[in-house]
């Protein structure tokens, strides 16, 4: 019953702002490290930011300055701020929870064009 509902993803135009957010539901998520991945077309999927369970946070060096990874605990959801986006930035977005050799979501597409 472990599940990963992700929203938000959709097109804006270069400098704009999304938030992405991730649901999590089937326990209790609080502790345990949860990430964003993203994958664009004919490249490898990458870590883009991660928050553990004790809120040490880490971002990838192409967004860091612009993204921000947050959780709310009583809400078992985490989100992912985007600011100052770039054509660079398109890509299917998706949620990840490091438990039980980790569980995904369905993902979310991000499309940055004029």
């Known amino acids: 019953q472990v599940q990963l509902v992700e929203s938000g993803g959709g097109w804006v135009q270069p400098g704009g702002s999304l938030r992405l957010s991730c649901a999590a539901s089937?326990?209790?998520?609080?502790?345990?490290?949860m990430a964003w991945y993203r994958q664009a077309p004919g490249k490898q999927r990458e870590l883009v930011a991660s928050?553990?369970?004790?809120?040490?946070?880490t971002y990838a060096d192409s967004v860091k300055g612009r993204f921000t990874i947050s959780r709310d605990n009583a809400k078992n959801m985490v989100y992912l701020q985007m600011n100052s986006l770039k054509p660079d930035d398109t890509a299917v977005y998706y949620c990840?929870?490091?438990?039980?050799?980790?569980?995904w979501g369905q993902g979310t597409q991000v499309t940055v064009s004029s």
């Open positions: 928050i553990s369970g004790f809120g040490t946070l």
């Open positions: 089937g326990r209790d998520f609080s502790f345990i490290g």
């Open positions: 990840n929870a490091r438990y039980e050799g980790g569980y």
